[in-house]
T-cell receptor, first 114, second 110 residues
Framework: DVKVTQSSRYLVKRTGEKVFLECVQD?????MFWYRQDPGLGLRLIYF???????EKGDIPEGYSVSREKKERFSLILESASTNQTSMYLC?????????????FGPGTRLTVT | DAKTTQPNSMESNEEEPVHLPCNHS???????IHWYRQLPSQGPEYVIH???SNVNNRMASLAIAEDRKSSTLILHRATLRDAAVYYC???????????FGTGTRLTIIP
């Protein structure tokens, strides 16, 4: 059974803290993605990676960075958390060689910045 | 990316078919039509995708208009577990990214 796991379901951090959100997939997928989801705005892509050590900016990269040192792991970093980064964060992965062409999502991390 | 338009919400009775519409009048020839759904408190999950021909799988059917400017996701017999937000997304061939809109919130009435 395919699986994308995220390190926490819920996280509370203070303004200015450095925050790490971890995502691990066990499907040997090349592509990995970080989205945030806010009411009324749907899912928006923050960053994605199509290979180890490769990354590309999505639609809303400001205030975030990412790290992909191993194929199975993709980390989202908030260098200095702010209250407007309170959101649901979703990680996904996909295979470039799959005919089905689908993204598999993790359960999400609800981050609250106070 | 070409844009899609979906109704904000729909309701359907349990055990009846559901037709979820999507308009994509600016679709290009290399755009695939993807559908995902998001159950409460979960990440989105893939439902189905197609290019020109109608498609069926165990979850749903996808009917694509001949001019490709609209499509319809068909759930043949809705259950309470099908209550979710359904997203219609256009994805260009070779583009790994998905651009989600706000989707259609489907409510199933017992």
């Amino acid at each position: 059974d395919v699986k994308v796991t995220q390190s926490s379901r819920y996280l509370v951090k203070r303004t200015g803290e450095k925050v790490f959100l971890e995502c691990v997939q066990d499907m040997d997928h090349e592509n990995m993605f970080w989205y945030r989801q806010d009411p009324g705005l749907g899912l928006r892509l923050i960053y994605f990676s199509y290979d180890v050590k490769m990354k590309e900016k999505g639609d809303i990269p400001e205030g975030y960075s990412v790290s992909r040192e191993k194929k199975e792991r993709f980390s989202l970093i908030l260098e200095s958390a702010s209250t407007n980064q309170t959101s649901m964060y979703l990680c996904a992965s996909s295979s470039r060689s799959s005919l089905k062409d689908e993204q598999y999502f993790g359960p999400g991390t609800r981050l609250t910045v106070t | 990316d070409a844009k899609t338009t979906q109704p904000n919400s729909m309701e359907s009775n349990e055990e009846e078919p559901v037709h979820l519409p999507c308009n994509h009048s600016t679709i290009s020839g290399t755009d695939y039509i993807h559908w995902y759904r998001q159950l409460p408190s979960q990440g989105p999950e893939y439902v189905i995708h197609g290019l020109t021909s109608n498609v069926n799988n165990r979850m749903a059917s996808l009917a694509i208009a001949e001019d490709r400017k609209s499509s319809t996701l068909i759930l043949h017999r809705a259950t309470l577990r099908d209550a979710a937000v359904y997203y219609c997304i256009l994805r260009n061939f070779g583009n790994e990214k998905l651009t989600f809109g706000t989707g259609t919130r489907l409510t199933i009435i017992p």
